[in-house]
């Protein structure tokens, strides 16, 4: 019913910046609310950033300070993180999910619907 596709991943050093991307197909872009997550090898999965469905509030992991944010297109029905100032412990495979209803801000990872096969960031010392 709906596909998520990321991209923009890659090897960086520290103080670098990269710019993810999550790519919606199925369902009706503008009811989704969608978010993003980390997860590194033998940790627990992270809420990073999450928008609604208008993208008009936006939530973020407060150990952030600022240096990612989270943005929707819908006339490409695409949900961006841009990631600024990048420290080794970013290092983990990003993921986007979709949760109903959008009018809502979740950092729940068990209430999102919908999940991409993730992109790997990795950030060298």
């Known amino acids: 019913q709906v596909q998520l596709v990321e991209s923009g991943g890659g090897l960086v050093q520290a103080g670098d910046s990269l710019r993810l991307s999550c790519a919606a197909s199925g369902g009706y872009f503008s009811s989704f609310g969608m978010g993003w997550f980390r997860q590194a090898p033998g940790k627990e999965r992270e809420f990073v950033a999450a928008i609604n469905w208008n993208g008009a509030s936006t939530d973020y992991l407060v150990s952030l300070k600022g240096r990612f944010t989270i943005s929707r297109d819908h006339a490409k029905s695409t949900v961006d993180l841009q990631m600024n100032s990048l420290k080794p412990e970013d290092t983990a495979v990003y993921y986007c999910?979709?949760?109903?209803?959008?009018?809502?801000?979740?950092?729940?990872?068990?209430?999102?619907?919908?999940w991409g096969q993730g992109t790997q960031v990795t950030v060298s010392s």
């Open positions: 999910g979709v949760y109903f209803p959008g009018s809502r801000l979740v950092r729940s990872a068990d209430e999102y619907m919908y």
